[in-house]
Every structure is written in C-alpha cells, then in structure tokens.
C-alpha cells in the first residue's frame, strides 16, 4: 500500500463493486481487509419486506457494528498495518436520511454523533459509480436472497444520496471510477490504471474513466 495512504475506503451504492475491489485491492497489497458485514444484521432482510418497519433497527445495528469495526483507526500508529475497507462510517447516516422518518432520523442522528467522536477519516476514498440498471443486474447475478426484494426506485434514490454527498466531499482525496466502463474484475488493464492512480491522487479529486481513443 502507498506510504501516503493507511487507510482506503470503498464507498458506493449497493452492488457496484465495493467489496470485490475491496478483497482485491487488500490481497494485492497486504493491507488488512474490513468488510461492512451485511449478512451478520439481523434486520436487515426484514426491512427489505417491511422497510417502514425495520428500518431504524437495521440503522442503528450498521452504526454501532461499523463504529466497532474501526475503532482501533483512534489511535494513531505511523507504522501500523494499512487496510482497505469497503465502507465509511459515513454512509449510516446517508442510508438512514433515506429511510428513516423525521423522528427517527432525529433519534438517530443523536445516537450517531456520539458515536463517530474521533473516528479518523480515511486517507483516500474510492467513490464507485453505475447506474440503476447495472446495479440491478449485478445484484441479480450475485444472487442473495434478501437483495432480490431491493427496488428500482430506492436504487435510484440511493445512487442520488450518493452523488448529492460526494458532489461536495472534501474530507479526503477522492477518486471517482465509472464502474460501468470501467471494469476492475475482468480487465488487469483497468486495474493497473486504478492502482497507478492510487498514489497520485492526493488531494481532490481525480476521474478514473476509459481512455480516449
């Protein structure tokens, strides 16, 4: 991993690519590797069914299990190991301003500035993009049961979340990939374009789109 970047983060909406770039990228450079841990929520294949419902429980469980997740990033080691997540601390909150009503958002909001006090941001983020229609049929081909109840119309409010907070984040280097053009799994070219793109995006942001031809 670049000396310049300890702590990578994968962000984008649900099926776009975060945890395969995510092992990958861990894998390839001996960074430890932290995994949101969807399947251990227990909420969270009922609040597909019955979003209205579930949906606080399924916040708050994401929120304390990702704030456990990254505790130990508190405290400053310069020569700590390197990880690679395929979440930030932030995207609860993203996820609860969607679902949540006003009351509960409000609740929640109070239980989560509690809990990010001192949660470092990471040194680089990877902002994943695609749209619905992608996301969909990568959500299908992957094939878990409880992902198959997701709806077009809450992809797209998600994907629409996501580009309204990443439109101006500045809490870290960026570096956004066209994740339908852009392929990280089949193709080493466009990999070794991303990994080559990791050490020289340091401040901003920076685009990683197919070449012109």
Do not use: W
Request: hydrophobic share 45%; proline share 5%.
């Amino acid at each position: 991993m670049s000396g310049n970047h300890r702590y990578i983060a994968i962000e984008g909406p649900i099926g776009v690519g975060k945890t395969t770039l995510a092992r990958r990228l861990a894998s390839d450079t001996g960074a430890n590797l932290l995994l949101e841990g969807a399947d251990e929520n227990p909420f969270l294949a009922r609040f597909y069914q019955a979003p209205e419902r579930y949906a606080l429980p399924t916040q708050l469980f994401f929120l304390m299990q990702r704030a456990e997740q990254l505790a130990d990033l508190r405290q400053p080691d310069l020569f700590g190991d390197s990880r690679v997540a395929d979440f930030m601390l932030d995207k609860d909150r993203l996820f609860a301003e969607l679902t949540l009503d006003a009351d509960e958002f409000r609740l929640y909001n109070q239980v989560y500035e509690h809990v990010i006090r001192d949660y470092p941001v990471p040194d680089l983020v990877i902002y994943l993009q695609a749209p619905v229609r992608t996301l969909l049929e990568r959500i299908a081909h992957r094939g878990i049961d409880y992902e198959l109840d997701i709806e077009a119309g809450y992809l797209q409010r998600l994907v629409e979340v996501y580009a309204r907070y990443f439109s101006c984040f500045d809490a870290a280097p960026l570096l956004i990939v066209d994740a339908l053009r852009i392929d990280l799994v089949h193709s080493r070219a466009d990999y070794d374009r991303l990994l080559s793109m990791l050490d020289s995006t340091r401040s901003g942001r920076q685009f990683l789109t197919p070449p012109l031809v």
